[in-house]
């Protein structure tokens, strides 16, 4: 309310606050405590659990006359779903205590390597290929956590091919990755020809626990946007263009710090020692 010298009141000013990131962090503060809760209340029964099953297939498996086929496959599933659930908490774990970046010079191109390296011996059925300048491309970041960003990235690409061939559709899967220098900033864009990305969720896929998946615990891409919002950057989900499949990019500052003049922040980085 703004009032004149006449204490009579001539109007109002209005005023708006824009707290969309400040609720955002709160919620994936709550989202954290709820996984760290989980993580531990479910990884304790776990061990003993793979050790017994394991355990009788040793002792016993010689020993069953009826049905032996039967204990086999009945111990088999206890010891590959306990696996499963595991590498479900260690997701719950990763996304509970994300580390506070450490910022250092990183080549791009290596960090793309790395992450390939590990999804082409997991997915020796899907064709990768990458597009990236000959040039070195220096940054400030932290290599290991962008490292995961990039493999979670390129698992979520792995699972969307895999979810397509279970509809019975058998094209070759294939995972194209461009390193894209623009400006102050450079992007890793990842394109695949996989089942795409769902409408209804299209906006929420990087919120914690949302997932189309059956065995998704919709904690990837949310660790993927933590690290983004740690290191400055965004991440863009889209459908690829006249065709199937889904597009994400990820875009980094070169620098952390704005610096004053006009210097270029590529060959900053690359001559710091």
Request: net charge negative.
């Given at each position: 309310?703004?009032?004149?010298?006449?204490?009579?009141?001539?109007?109002?000013?209005?005023?708006?606050?824009d707290?969309t990131?400040?609720?955002?962090a709160?919620?994936?503060?709550?989202?954290?405590d709820?996984?760290?809760?989980?993580?531990h209340?479910?990884?304790?029964?776990?061990?003993?659990?793979q050790?017994?099953a394991?355990?009788?297939?040793?002792?016993?498996a010689?020993?069953?006359?009826?049905?032996?086929?039967?204990?086999k496959q009945?111990?088999?599933?206890i010891?590959r779903?306990?696996g499963?659930?595991?590498r479900?908490?260690?997701?719950?774990?990763s996304?509970?205590?994300m580390?506070?970046?450490?910022?250092?010079?990183?080549?791009?191109q290596?960090?793309?390597?790395?992450?390939?390296?590990?999804?082409r011996?997991?997915?020796?059925?899907?064709?990768?290929?990458?597009?990236?300048?000959?040039?070195?491309?220096?940054?400030?970041?932290?290599?290991?956590?962008?490292s995961?960003a990039?493999?979670?990235?390129l698992k979520?690409?792995?699972?969307g091919?895999?979810?397509?061939?279970?509809?019975?559709?058998?094209?070759?899967?294939?995972?194209?990755?461009?390193?894209?220098?623009?400006?102050?900033?450079?992007?890793?864009?990842?394109?695949d020809?996989?089942?795409?990305?769902?409408?209804?969720h299209k906006h929420?896929l990087?919120e914690?626990?949302v997932?189309?998946r059956?065995?998704g615990?919709?904690?990837?891409?949310?660790?993927?946007?933590?690290?983004?919002e740690?290191?400055?950057?965004d991440?863009?989900?889209a459908?690829?263009?006249?065709g199937?499949?889904?597009?994400v990019?990820?875009?980094?500052p070169?620098?952390?710090?704005?610096?004053?003049?006009?210097?270029?922040e590529?060959?900053?980085?690359?001559?710091r020692?």
């Amino acid at each position: 309310q703004v009032t004149s010298e006449r204490s009579s009141t001539d109007g109002f000013v209005v005023t708006f606050d824009d707290i969309t990131d400040l609720v955002g962090a709160q919620r994936t503060a709550a989202w954290a405590d709820v996984a760290r809760r989980i993580a531990h209340e479910i990884k304790n029964p776990l061990t003993p659990i793979q050790l017994s099953a394991e355990r009788l297939q040793r002792k016993y498996a010689g020993e069953i006359v009826t049905d032996p086929e039967v204990f086999k496959q009945c111990t088999d599933t206890i010891v590959r779903q306990v696996g499963d659930i595991g590498r479900m908490v260690d997701e719950f774990s990763s996304f509970a205590r994300m580390p506070t970046p450490v910022m250092r010079r990183e080549n791009a191109q290596e960090l793309l390597q790395q992450a390939l390296f590990l999804q082409r011996v997991a997915n020796p059925g899907i064709t990768f290929s990458t597009a990236a300048p000959k040039e070195p491309v220096h940054f400030e970041g932290d290599g290991r956590l962008i490292s995961q960003a990039l493999t979670n990235v390129l698992k979520n690409a792995g699972e969307g091919i895999a979810a397509r061939i279970a509809k019975g559709d058998d094209e070759p899967g294939k995972i194209a990755i461009t390193l894209e220098p623009k400006g102050a900033k450079f992007a890793y864009r990842v394109t695949d020809n996989g089942i795409g990305l769902p409408p209804e969720h299209k906006h929420r896929l990087t919120e914690p626990y949302v997932t189309t998946r059956a065995k998704g615990t919709g904690l990837g891409l949310a660790i993927v946007r933590k690290i983004m919002e740690d290191h400055g950057g965004d991440i863009t989900l889209a459908d690829v263009e006249g065709g199937e499949g889904a597009e994400v990019t990820l875009t980094f500052p070169f620098a952390q710090k704005t610096l004053k003049g006009t210097e270029d922040e590529q060959k900053r980085i690359a001559d710091r020692v």
